[in-house]
């Protein structure tokens, strides 16, 4: 499976912009570019995913760079509920996520 | 809408105790359904998913088994839990095409004693 290479961690604050970088240089052409957000104790949920194009629905955005390469899910306006780890994952033709680490969202009132 | 249900919440069960977790999905038919397992402080990990009923493929040996005997029902089980099988169980399912979002439980959380 391809992977994809997150920041351990990020800090932003309430009401501000955040854009969370993902790096995936393998992505093979029918990967689509997942992203999931897990809060402490609770399964993971589901944000957004996209396969070339851009993306928005009604919880963030996703920008997918031309190369495919690399890509960055951008919530507009963070909030205290938003705080979370975020997974960028890449899925196949096989029907599996493989989650990495993620990144740990923190979001200062 | 589409709803998936986990049972139960928590359980603590003695080391070579029996185990079966149950989860069902509602509103929907013929989904791919998937069993994960997330130890304490790790990534998800997938054990066991799922394309049809009498349909799974294992991930990770282990003691573990999974069974769909319905179309929306996903079970696992072991017949005799060890320390090691301790962690957050969640369910999932996606819809078809195979690039569908998972959705997953609320997770059952397993401690062995």
């Known amino acids: 499976d391809a992977k994809t290479t997150q920041p351990n961690s990020m800090e932003s604050n309430e009401e501000e912009p955040v854009h969370l970088p993902c790096n995936h240089s393998?992505?093979?052409?029918?990967?689509?570019i997942h992203w999931y957000r897990q809060l402490p104790s609770q399964g993971p949920e589901y944000v957004i995913h996209?396969?070339?194009s851009n993306v928005n629905n009604r919880m963030a955005s996703l920008a997918i760079a031309e190369d495919r390469k690399s890509s960055t899910l951008i919530l507009h306006r963070a909030t205290l509920r938003d705080a979370a780890v975020y997974y960028c994952?890449?899925?196949?033709?096989?029907?599996?996520?493989?989650f990495g680490k993620g990144t740990l969202l923190t979001v200062n009132p | 809408s589409q709803t998936i249900h986990q049972w139960p919440a928590t359980l603590v069960q003695p080391v070579g105790s029996p185990l079966s977790l149950e989860c069902t999905v509602e509103?929907?038919?013929?989904?791919?359904l998937y069993w994960y397992r997330q130890a304490a402080g790790r990534g998800l990990q997938l054990l066991f998913y799922?394309?049809?009923?009498?349909?799974i493929s294992s991930e990770v040996p282990q003691n573990l088994s999974a069974s769909r005997p319905q179309d929306r029902q996903f079970i696992l089980s072991s017949k005799k839990l060890l320390l090691s099988d301790s962690g957050f169980y969640l369910c999932?399912?996606?819809?078809?095409?195979?690039?569908?979002?998972?959705?997953f439980g609320d997770g059952t959380r397993l401690s062995i004693l």
């Open positions: 393998t992505i093979s052409g029918t990967d689509y």
């Open positions: 999932a399912w996606s819809p078809r095409p195979v690039s569908g979002p998972q959705h």
């Open positions: 994952i890449l899925s196949g033709s096989n029907y599996k996520l493989t």
């Open positions: 509103g929907t038919s013929n989904p791919n």
């Open positions: 799922s394309v049809g009923i009498g349909q």
């Open positions: 996209g396969l070339t």
